[in-house]
């Protein structure tokens, strides 16, 4: 039997199948960890810092073991690399011939039924979705695995995309006509037969609480769950483990329901009337919620008159289409579908409409066409050490982002982890050496209305002396539009690229081609975004991470911990917000070879006492707070990178 550890030594397999391998060992301790864990179906919790080789980590023990594995990762991304590269690469190396399988979640695949529906509806007409529909048969005709992501040139945030795959909501399950040829059933065959499942948390928590109707449960039995970037578990468990209501739901309800009426009760005058008044109706509470990009408690909200004579006009509007569908159900399989939807959304909307004890948060969003109504539990880690029981199984829980102050209780805590073995493992990059800390003179208070453009003005010469080459970081939307109407403003040298102007792997790929750009983002950039090399060599943040005051989670969070007798900001609020600029933080150095600057630009971090615990779990860095010795570090990354290329185009 292979060790581990051994396989990622100067001897082991990973040396000579891997060109430019250099044994870690941190990842030589972590793989070690991970066998120990699996062998006794423990439980592991761990941090191992950029560069430890935490995928390698746990994938060389996983296929050495010879049990059934499952793999979770955060993002579709991540889970693709992990599948397409990382896996393959490890089994070839290793020389074990397990099977492996990479399973999405439903509305990655294509569903025939649906896209023969519309085709139908949408025969007589002429335009873009037409076009798109064409698109997708003809690929449909040559796909093996059906995953949409195959598709080039439809944008994935297309509305056709809606109409041709399948959610909970709608899927007929074993009573589908063209189950025979459903990609999803045949992912989800590929996946019971597997010996490492690669799959996302979205996945782990629908198998956790949906175990869909059709087709039982999603995921095989396993020997070992490994969840890597866990640190958005707790947040993700509670969106998972509450109920939520959308416009969007409410109105692809209408649409499917109009679908099955023109193919299996076209006699039925009354059903698109009754659908065309849900309509409004969605439409009339949309506006009744006000502006665009809210986050509010529900009940504020529920207060207001519009908003209460709206969500019982919606209430009617959706008993009425139940009453209609209900008669008819029989009639066919789309018509079935449609009232029990019906009843399921309007059961969700009553949770809105009573009285809920303190064990619930209610509140919701708006975006400028639609909103989402949660009702998010209070605290999910009762139920989510209950499924982990449920499965019987090893678990490994591991980030670069987990610990706050060498401490796991946070993260443990939340999720109801206990008994666990923990372990922390540094980065083995030098980031003394290869990197600065920037702490500007004293700006504005962040709460000052000048304080963007004070961040902006102060953030220009270090843009100049990096040549560009910077991810700008922000907490608020706002700031960051605020923020690029400056740089634009002041005629920046180098390429602007602002969130939301492009889709974000547009915008990455981009940033990397230029290498001398200025990315300005909020969270979706804080995290899972790997630039490698001096096109990034700065990374500067405009706040501390803390939870906005008015977050209607983090309000009743914290007061329900203030009643117990705790510290919300202390317990809560801070260590939250320190995994946060972990993450932020780990943009900058990403090769061991990488130099850069993070600046922080907010004047808590030296003004209050909590600024040292922010310190205290960022990698060891040069800390300065004068212009000039930036200006000098760059300068000597030049000299360095001339040399360099020097010396290179001396050799014979």
Not at 163 to 192: F, H, W, Y
Not at 247 to 253: A, D, K, P
Not at 551 to 578: C, I, K, M, S, T
Request: aromatic share 8%; hydrophobic share 45%; glycine share 8%.
């Amino acid at each position: 039997m292979l060790d581990a550890a051994d396989c990622l030594g100067n001897a082991g397999p990973f040396a000579r199948a891997m060109e430019g391998f250099r044994p870690r060992a941190q990842q030589q301790e972590m793989a070690r960890a991970v066998a120990g864990v699996i062998d006794t179906a423990g439980v592991l919790v761990c941090e191992a810092g950029t560069g430890t080789g935490k995928t390698l980590a746990y994938l060389v023990p996983a296929l050495l073991s010879g049990e059934k594995v499952i793999v979770s990762t955060a993002t579709k991304t991540l889970q693709e690399q992990l599948f397409m590269r990382d896996l393959p690469l490890a089994r070839k190396a290793l020389g074990v011939p397990a099977r492996i399988a990479m399973l999405k979640g439903r509305a990655n695949y294509l569903c025939p039924y649906r896209l023969e529906l519309a085709e139908q509806h949408e025969a007589s007409r002429a335009g873009r979705v037409s076009h798109e529909l064409a698109r997708i048969r003809a690929w449909a005709g040559m796909t093996g695995s059906g995953d949409i992501e195959e598709i080039q040139g439809i944008p994935e945030d297309a509305p056709v995309w809606h109409q041709v795959t399948s959610t909970t909501d709608n899927c007929l399950g074993q009573e589908c006509p063209e189950i025979s040829a459903c990609p999803l059933l045949k992912a989800r065959r590929a996946a019971q037969e597997s010996d490492v499942l690669i799959i996302n948390h979205h996945l782990l928590f629908s198998d956790m609480m949906l175990k869909e109707e059709g087709f039982g449960e999603l995921l095989p039995g396993a020997d070992c769950f490994i969840l890597d970037e866990a640190h958005q578990l707790p947040e993700l468990a509670s969106r998972f483990f509450g109920a939520a209501l959308s416009g969007h739901q409410l109105r692809e309800l209408g649409r499917d329901v109009m679908k099955a009426y023109y193919s299996e009760a076209g006699d039925m005058p009354e059903l698109p009337r009754a659908v065309d008044a849900l309509d409004k109706a969605v439409k009339d509470l949309r506006l009744a919620l006000g502006d665009d990009h809210q986050r509010a408690p529900w009940q504020r909200a529920y207060g207001r008159t519009a908003v209460r004579e709206q969500t019982a006009v919606l209430a009617s509007c959706l008993e009425a289409l139940q009453g209609i569908l209900e008669p008819m159900a029989e009639r066919g399989r789309g018509l079935e579908n449609g009232w029990q939807r019906s009843l399921d959304l309007g059961a969700r909307l009553k949770l809105f409409t009573a009285e809920r004890d303190d064990r619930h948060i209610t509140w919701y969003e708006t975006t400028r066409r639609s909103f989402v109504l949660y009702d998010t539990p209070m605290d999910v880690a009762g139920t989510f050490s209950a499924s982990m029981a449920h499965y019987r199984s090893a678990w490994v829980f591991t980030s670069a982002t987990l610990a706050v102050g060498g401490r796991f209780e946070h993260f443990m805590s939340r999720l109801g982890i206990a008994d666990a073995r923990t372990a922390l493992w540094e980065s083995p990059f030098d980031y003394a050496s290869n990197a600065l800390l920037y702490l500007p003179e004293p700006l504005p208070r962040p709460a000052d209305p000048g304080y963007t453009a004070a961040i902006v003005e102060a953030a220009l010469p270090v843009l100049h002396a990096s040549g560009g080459r910077a991810f700008f970081l922000f907490t608020s939307h706002r700031a960051l539009r605020e923020a690029a109407a400056l740089l634009r403003g002041e005629a920046l040298a180098y390429p602007l690229l602002v969130q939301g102007e492009a889709p974000r792997s547009e915008l990455l790929a981009r940033f990397r081609a230029l290498g001398n750009a200025v990315l300005l983002g909020t969270s979706s950039f804080w995290e899972g975004v790997d630039v490698r090399g001096s096109a990034l060599s700065c990374v500067i943040v405009d706040k501390l991470p803390f939870a906005p005051p008015d977050d209607p989670v983090f309000q009743a969070r914290a007061a329900a911990l203030e009643r117990q007798g705790g510290n919300a900001f202390r317990e809560y609020q801070l260590p939250h917000a320190v995994i946060t600029l972990k993450q932020g933080v780990g943009r900058l150095i990403r090769d061991v070879d990488d130099r850069g600057v993070l600046m922080l630009c907010d004047p808590r971090i030296t003004s209050r006492a909590y600024g040292k615990v922010f310190i205290r779990n960022l990698p060891p860095m040069t800390i300065t707070r004068r212009i000039a010795d930036v200006e000098a570090f760059f300068r000597r990354e030049a000299n360095a990178a001339e040399t360099t290329l020097a010396a290179a185009a001396s050799e014979p």
